[in-house]
């Protein structure tokens, strides 16, 4: 079910209301209804699911998300100068009805990257994934080759005989999609079964480990990867970061990534030119300790806002 933003949600702090050099996120956000001719615009869209992650046993939560990530970044300052911003609305997952969603949001997704705006997705459990690539599939054309960047403690390559869950996502695109190449940092060791290693190896994933998983080491593989595709998408998976810094998720990771690692990553790949979207997802706020995960949550999306400026 897709429903309109409630502007109401973006407000805060205003320093002035005629001097742009002050405006925040609030003051410079308008509805997706205006995106037609645009200026460099970047479009954000909520994912409100957490229906994958109750089917992969996880904890539930994530679907509050979309709206704690929108209030946080309401008072931001706003550093992108003339770039457009819009608000497309959100896609809620009704019952457990978890294809119909991914679907939706892939169509809307589409109509966003159509109109010549970027795009980050607020979502939701890490299954917002499979509908940011169905919506980069229709927009780029059965025939390209969609690299899908991940940055996550799992691979994600679960079975899905049964039902697909946040668990399947990219065995489910790998095994249909010959056209789609999957790489991913932040892999914890003792994170994923052996049987999920030999499956990346087997599906071809490109993967680099936590204590591998750092600006410098990434940088070349990942933009050989990169220069590979045709198009590219970011997804992020906040369980990848360290429990310390990011208790809000359904599956906290003692030894994972420190904030600036990850931040350095979202520059980096939301600034290469083949890069369209963002999306970050497992953010909990029922499990969030003094509002933790959310803000640092919003400060990533707030990052991928300006990479894609940068990227221009």
């Known amino acids: 079910m897709f ?52 089917r992969n046993k996880g904890r539930l939560g994530a679907r509050k998300a979309p709206d704690e990530i929108r209030k946080q970044l309401a008072g931001m300052p706003w550093r992108a100068g003339d770039h457009d911003l819009f608000d497309a609305g959100t896609v809620s ?6 294809e119909a969603a991914q679907t939706e949001l892939g169509e809307q997704l589409a ?45 994600d390559l679960r079975e899905y005989d049964e039902q697909p869950s946040s668990g ?33 190896e087997q599906l071809g994933v490109t993967y680099m480990m936590e204590e591998e998983t750092a600006p410098e080491t990434c940088r070349k593989p990942l933009d050989e990867f990169m220069e590979s595709c045709d198009v590219v998408l970011l997804t992020l998976c906040m369980d990848v970061i360290s429990a310390a810094d990011a208790p809000g998720v359904s599956a906290p990771s003692v030894f994972g990534l420190h904030p600036k690692t990850v931040r350095a990553l979202i520059r980096s790949v939301c600034a290469h030119p083949k890069t ?26 707030n990052e991928a806002v300006m990479a894609f400026k940068k990227g221009e």
């Open 3 to 54: 429903k309109e933003s409630d502007f109401n949600i973006w407000s805060g702090r205003t320093d002035s209301d005629t001097n742009h050099e002050s405006f925040r996120y609030h003051q410079v956000i308008r509805p997706a209804s205006e995106l037609k001719d645009a200026h460099m615009p970047v479009t954000l869209i909520g994912f409100e699911c957490d229906e994958g992650v109750r």
């Open 93 to 98: 997952c009704v019952g457990e009805e978890l």
């Open 111 to 155: 109509g966003i990257l159509d109109a010549g705006s970027h795009a980050v997705i607020m979502g939701g459990g890490h299954e917002t994934l499979y509908g940011h690539y169905l919506g980069i599939r229709k927009h780029a054309g059965e025939d390209a080759v969609i690299g899908l960047v991940n940055i996550d403690a799992h691979f």
């Open 168 to 200: 399947t996502m990219f065995k489910q695109i790998l095994d249909h999609d010959p056209n789609a190449k999957y790489f991913v940092c932040g892999i914890q060791e003792y994170g994923n079964t052996t049987e999920l290693f030999s499956r990346a």
């Open 276 to 301: 369209t979207s963002f999306n970050l997802s497992e953010v909990n706020p029922d499990l969030d300790e003094g509002g933790r995960t959310v803000r640092l949550g919003a400060s990533f999306v």
